[in-house]
């Protein structure tokens, strides 16, 4: 068992925690034990004077010393009817050094003396002074060595302290064997669990069956096996769609290449002084254009997953000049307008490359969307910041998108935004942007035009967000 894992750190916790609370009870008990100890003096104290005093003093030096030995005192003390008399005495080996009343002491007081005589290596002569047993007088008071009650503190704490470990011990050792039944076996099998499933995600026989009778692992377990059961799904459907993409891009590879050509003899046919000719081929030509650029949407598609962004940082600036100085050599012919307003020194972190894909795409949609509609536009590109993120906006004043396209905006071969399109380049450009940690999403549209917002975080603090 290794201190490193759950059941062998609990173990050296729950020994540390019951000895904690052992090391708590024995100050107390320490100091109660003292108390009874000076008690028990006091009470062979007054036995040995009482004993004295039937005796009328008739007792010899040696059975009154006798006495004081057995009681453990050199004097003895007893104030009965408002008179103090010296009941027994002997010599007393040094002077007295410290006073203690038992009558009034605080639990406190007994606990501090209890530890500075456990601290105190030498033997003094101390005064004691307690009640009486039976109310046989007003006040006893003996005077007493140290040493001996020291040994007996120090015994009786040694003999705590052995049963306190072995009491630690034991009960570590059962709350181990508790715990490792409730909850290490039941996680170590959600582990094995995990690690079954990880061999072989897409085999359904490997998903984990609640079986716990804790609520909380078993509400453990119930999650993971709807995550793991949508994994599995997903894998599959997964792998259907890379099987079906595969042959699509195939179908896609061959049939360009054969509209390419169909498209070199569409080309030639435009020449042609045949009425029927000119009037058909720019539609043959738009058709065929249109089937060539779904081939390349299709093929670059099923292309394996985007790379992941190579985060560096970009000048915004330089990437929307070069965007908008490709987009006005195509409507040189068209009445449109683009509008500028980005900070020149504002500098993001993201792919230079992946962000330019997808500031062209958008800005490309919105040039063919008012090129579409036969009038004059405007499209302007504004940027801004705050403390958590990079907002890029790009608006038009085209005439808005489609309904279908709205309903189905990111779903590739769905959401196309013109007629002929396949929906791909907003498809694409989302995923670019959910790469990056942002989002790419919908701000308007209508007859006034359309607004499309790119945020990029500076920092991905929630997950979850970043995740949509």
């Known amino acids: 068992m290794a201190l490193n894992s759950l059941s062998g750190r ?15 009870i024995f100050v107390p008990s320490i100091a109660r034990f003292r108390e009874d100890f000076l008690l028990s003096r006091l009470e062979r104290a ?21 006495l004081l030995q057995n009681a453990g005192v050199f004097n003895v003390v007893l104030r009965r009817d408002q008179s103090r008399q010296l009941v027994l005495s002997s010599p007393v080996p040094g002077p007295i050094q410290k006073s203690f009343d038992l009558r ?3 639990p406190w007081q007994l606990m501090r003396d209890a530890a500075a005589r456990l601290i105190d290596t030498e033997d003094r002569i101390i005064r004691v002074m307690g009640d009486p047993v039976k109310e046989a007088g007003s006040l006893i008071e003996v005077t007493m060595a140290t040493a001996p009650l020291r040994m007996a503190m120090i015994d009786y704490g040694l003999r705590i302290l052995a049963l306190s470990a072995v009491i630690s011990v034991i009960t570590a050792l059962m709350l181990f064997l508790a715990v490792r039944r409730i909850l290490v076996t039941p996680i170590r099998r959600v582990v094995d669990a995990m690690q079954s499933y990880a061999f072989a995600p897409e085999d359904a026989r490997r998903i984990i069956v609640p079986s716990s009778s804790v609520a909380e692992l078993r509400e453990a ?41 169909a498209q070199l003899f569409a080309d030639r046919m ?35 997953e ?27 012919d068209h009445d449109i307008s683009f509008s500028e307003d980005v900070p020149a020194g504002m500098v993001l972190r993201a ?9 062209s795409n958008l800005i490309r949609n919105a040039r063919q969307a008012i090129v579409a509609s036969g009038k004059t536009g405007e499209i302007c590109i504004h940027a801004d910041e705050d403390a958590q993120n990079w907002t890029i906006q790009i608006s038009d004043t085209g005439p808005g998108l489609p309904p279908k396209a709205r309903e189905h905006l990111f779903q590739p071969f769905q959401g196309g935004t013109r007629k002929g399109g396949t929906g791909l380049g907003l498809a694409i450009s989302a ?14 549209t209508g007859e006034e035009g359309t607004v499309f917002k790119i945020t990029l975080p500076k920092e991905v603090d929630d997950f979850e967000e970043a995740a949509q």
């Open 10 to 24: 609990f173990l050296m916790l729950t020994i540390a925690f019951v000895m904690l609370a052992e090391v708590l």
């Open 46 to 66: 007054q036995i040995a004077s009482l004993a004295l005093l039937a005796a009328e003093d008739m007792l010899d030096e040696e059975l009154e010393a006798e």
């Open 104 to 106: 009034d002491a605080t």
């Open 221 to 261: 377990e119930i999650a993971l096996q709807t995550m793991e059961t949508q994994l599995t799904t997903a894998l599959r459907q997964k792998e259907r769609l890379a099987q079906l993409g595969g042959a699509v891009a195939k179908i896609s590879h061959d049939l360009r290449n054969i509209l390419t050509t």
């Open 270 to 304: 435009e020449g042609s002084e045949d009425p029927t000719v000119k009037r058909a081929a720019p539609k043959i030509v738009g058709s065929i254009s249109r089937a060539v650029n779904l081939c390349e949407n299709t093929l670059a598609f099923g292309k394996a």
């Open 306 to 332: 985007e790379p992941a962004p190579m985060l560096n940082r970009v000048a915004l600036a330089v990437i929307i000049n070069e965007v908008v100085d490709s987009e006005r050599l195509a409507t040189v």
């Open 351 to 359: 792919d230079s490359e992946q962000l330019f894909r997808v500031i």
């Open 431 to 444: 995923e670019l942007i959910r790469g990056h940690g942002g989002r790419l999403e919908l701000l308007a």
